[in-house]
């Protein structure tokens, strides 16, 4: 499993775009082949930052989702309206603690 995160920071002003942004897109990205999770985060102390958490089944599913036209859309949209550079990483599970 691959774990992506991407935290995007927002124009204070353009948070409601993002926002209709995600909801188009939320299923669509979750119907991707290999995505088994998305999630929508928002900092605690910086109401327009978020970040999407989201589970692959491997690599190259990631990678077919970033190489779609969905995703073009997606971050066509999105890209527009930081007031920041995104910071994107992936990681895998390591240890879990029950």
């Known amino acids: 499993m691959l774990i992506r ?11 409601a ?11 669509k990205i979750c119907n991707m082949e290999g995505c088994s999770h998305l999630e929508l985060l928002q900092d605690y102390n910086l109401p327009n930052s978020f970040s999407t958490y989201s589970y692959w089944v491997n690599e190259e599913a990631l990678n077919n989702y970033r190489n779609s036209a969905l995703f073009k859309e997606v971050w066509t949209k999105t890209k527009i309206l ?6 994107a990483f992936s990681l895998k599970p390591h240890t879990k603690v029950d």
């Open 5 to 15: 995160i991407v935290k995007m920071t927002f124009e204070t002003n353009k948070v």
């Open 17 to 27: 775009d993002f926002l209709a942004v995600f909801e188009e897109s939320k299923l």
């Open 82 to 87: 930081f007031s920041e550079k995104p910071i």
